[in-house]
């Protein structure tokens, strides 16, 4: 890499490669005008969550461990030097925790290389156990 990119300008097209054409200016979106924060969905909707499977995983992610939206918000006590706050920046942000399912069994999170799954721990197996919730 050189140490002053302007150096080397034009060498990519010199090699052949297809670096498209700038103009040199941002549009608004970019440098925080106008559309900027907005993600097209067309962008995300191949990303769906839970995935469908995961790369590498031995068991299908319908059996891998999963977390229930059902605990409290944990929050950290502010500064003692901070006056008029609680430890949560944002009271209307009122969506619970996720916690461990009761009755489930988890790898430690910390260390769970080579960690047997747990079995029915998985949000095929749990439906009604959240449901229920």
Do not use: H
């Amino acid at each position: 890499m050189p140490t002053d990119p302007r150096t080397v300008n034009g060498r990519c097209q010199a090699l052949g490669a297809d670096v498209g054409g700038w103009d040199g200016k941002f549009e608004s979106w970019q440098t925080g005008g106008a559309g900027a924060g907005t993600i097209a969905p067309s962008a995300t909707e191949a990303y769906t969550w839970p995935p469908a499977q995961i790369s590498g995983a031995d068991v299908p992610v319908s059996e891998l461990p999963v977390y229930t939206a059902s605990g409290s918000v944990i929050t950290l006590a502010p500064l003692p030097s901070a006056t008029g706050f609680d430890g949560w920046y944002n009271d209307q942000d009122t969506v619970l925790a996720p916690t461990p399912v009761p009755g489930c069994e988890y790898p430690n999170a910390w260390d769970a290389t080579a960690a047997a799954v747990p079995t029915g721990c998985g949000a095929g197996t749990l439906v009604s156990v959240t449901q229920a919730a």
